[in-house]
Each structure stands twice: as C-alpha cells, then as structure tokens.
C-alpha cells in the first residue's frame, strides 16, 4: 500500500513512517504541508492508496486538504484518514463534510494505527472487486459473471452522492453528546430486493440500488444529508436538519420516481423495485448505548414499521 502522510511537525512524521513500517506498511511519503501534498499528487506520476493528514496545519488545514483532495479525479474516492488531537475532535466533522473516511487520535497508539490501517486495506479489497463491477456494467456479455452480494454494504458505481457505510459510522464516532442528540437517521428498505437480486444477474441488482439512491436524491431535494447503502436491501440517511417531508411523503414521491423506469424492469421479467421509509431515530439524551446504534434502528423501522407512529415521528435508540 502506497501512502501519503501529510504534517506540518517533522518529528511526527518521522515516528509516524516508523510505526507504519514496524505494522508492515514501508512505502511511505511524507509532506510537511498541504500546499506540498498536492503538489506531489499532481506531478509526481505516483498514485497513492491512502493518505494520512494532520488535521490542524498552518495555512492549508485537513478539513482544507481533504477537499482539494478530493477534487482530483485520481483521488475521489481514496481513502483519507485525519489525525487529530483528543481534544480536536470537533474539528474532525469538517473533514468528514468534505470527504475524509476516517481519524486517528494523537499521541499515536500502534495498535489503533494497526486496526485503522488494516481497515484500510480491507475497503481497498473491496474497491478493487467493486472496480471490476464497474468495468462489467453494460457489457451484457459478461454480466452473468458479475457476483453480488446482497448483506455486505457496498459504495454503489455511479452514485455520486452516496459514502462508504463505514465511513457513516465512522463519522457518528467522532460526534460528542449534544451534536449526537441533534443528529438522526431513517433508512429506506427496498421491499422487493430479495427478489430482484434472485432474479437478476449481478450487474442488473448493482444498477437497480442506482436507481433508487438516484431517486431518493430527487425526493430529499437537499444536501444537507449523508447517503449511504448498508446492504440487504436498505439505504441509510443521516441528518442534523429536519428532513422537511414525512417519512409517508418520502415513500410516495420515491416510488412514484421508480415507476418512470417500468418499461425497462419489465423487458427484464424484473419487478419494479419499491420502497419503505422507515421512521427517523436518534439518540436518548445521555445514553448509553454506542453512537451507532441509531443506524441499526433506522433499518429496523424501514425493514419491520411499527403500527402506529410516534407522536414527534421519530424512534429513540
């Protein structure tokens, strides 16, 4: 794995390259600025496989970084992982806005570095076989190849607006009480799914969660929420803003949208897919129970509604 650690301390970098080589990770270049790093994704020929930023840095931050990162077309998608302070982490939202995939605390801990890294590699795994779905989509001839998997969370080709699952969590983890109370979610169950994925070749299911993250873009008509697909089926949203619409509102306007493509599922022999709204869920003031536990009960909503909603609409986790 190539990697690119960026901090404007020339002491911490040389201690981090030695922890990364004492886990197994030598090929590593670092850059004491921002200004720097792009320089050296843009003209070194070099492509990197994941790239480690200091969060606070003299004039170019990692919030900062992470978007110019980003904009490069090489680098859209590889994954960033900020390194901070305890006490920084609130900073640490700005960089998950604008694309960052995971953080790391200083003083460094080898073995947070070692799960962090690791994690790493495993979403490169999976980007590579994600890759090949990808080259494979369209090409008729070889979409009988194509294997999906229908419980494992994948970023879907082509949805622009949707982040890595992992990535989501990981954002939850670094939210404090008061910024975890204001946030919720509410998941979108494909009702059919199961059947679409028995029925279908793997290219035609991969392209069907295209059509729905596509669609539920369309309804939500705002930014202001983080999309991701969890598998099985089911589309997470996370947001600190009042979605503005029902969760019976979101259902129709979704499905309505689908239906636009019944042609092209019948010529198939594929139902058209359709959705549930689960109800929106947040955190208990001062629970215990862990950060991501409000994803696991927005799916639990979407994929088995209660009979009746609660009166302001939403579950407690």
């Not at 604008?98 to 073995?111: F, S």
């Amino acid at each position: 794995m190539r990697i690119l650690a960026i901090d404007d301390d020339p002491v911490f970098l040389e201690l981090l390259a030695g922890m990364l080589k004492m886990i197994g990770y030598a090929q590593v270049t670092t850059m004491p600025s921002g200004e720097e790093a792009l320089h050296e994704l843009d003209f070194s020929g070099m492509l990197y496989d994941c790239i480690l930023s200091d969060m606070q840095m003299p004039d170019m931050d990692g919030a900062a970084l992470t978007a110019a990162i980003r904009q490069r077309t090489a680098y859209r998608q590889t994954p960033i992982l900020m390194i901070t302070a305890m006490n920084g982490k609130n900073a640490v939202d700005d960089a998950f806005a604008a694309g960052a995939t995971d953080y790391i605390t200083k003083p460094l801990d080898i073995i947070e570095l070692r799960a962090r890294i690791g994690m790493v590699d495993r979403l490169l795994a999976e980007r590579r076989r994600l890759a090949e779905f990808a080259r494979l989509v369209g090409q008729r001839a070889a979409a009988a190849e194509i294997k999906a998997e229908f419980d494992t969370p994948i970023l879907i080709p082509g949805f622009d607006r949707g982040i890595e699952f992992l990535a989501m969590e990981n954002y939850l983890l670094t939210l404090g009480v008061k910024r975890m109370y204001s946030t919720s979610a509410f998941a979108i169950n494909i009702k059919n799914a199961s059947i679409i994925f028995n029925k279908a070749t793997g290219a035609t299911y991969v392209q069907m969660l295209g059509d729905v993250g596509a669609q539920i873009v369309d309804a939500l008509k705002t930014e202001d929420v983080m999309i991701s697909y969890a598998g099985s089926g089911n589309f997470v949203c996370m947001t600190e803003r009042d979605p503005g619409q029902s969760p019976d509102d979101l259902e129709i306007l979704i499905n309505i949208g689908l239906m636009d493509f019944e042609t092209i599922y019948a010529a198939d022999r594929l139902p058209v897919p359709q959705v549930r709204v689960g109800e929106p869920a947040r955190s208990a003031f001062l629970s215990p129970t862990k950060p991501t536990r409000i994803l696991e009960r927005a799916i639990q909503s979407a994929m088995n509604p209660p009979e009746k909603r609660s009166k302001n609409g939403q579950m407690v986790a």
